[in-house]
């Protein structure tokens, strides 16, 4: 195996992953018609998740919500998690 090919698939890994965490987080996510939002008091988080859809190739914006409010979002597109099954679970689940 050549090394850009292991390179290649340890990216591919690496994506993988990286969408499956977001996945995860997702489950306290706010929806909206082209995006999601993910909200938390710890901006260091905010952009942990912002670099990772960076890293995966997407765009994501954080910002600060408020002016007095410790509270800070990061909104995607829903095309970052295309093509994978992902379903909210409500209050019946």
Known sequence: MTP???HAELLEELMDMSKTYLLGVMHDSTERK???RISS???K???F???M???MGHNAWT???GKTREMYVVEFSKKVV???CYCKRTAKD
């Open 82 to 84: 295309n093509n994978t």
């Open 63 to 65: 910002y600060r919500e």
């Open 53 to 55: 859809i960076h890293k």
């Open 4 to 6: 850009q090919r292991l």
């Open 49 to 51: 998740l912002a670099d």
């Open 41 to 43: 008091k710890e901006n």
């Open 45 to 47: 988080y905010i952009q």
């Open 34 to 36: 082209n995006t999601y």
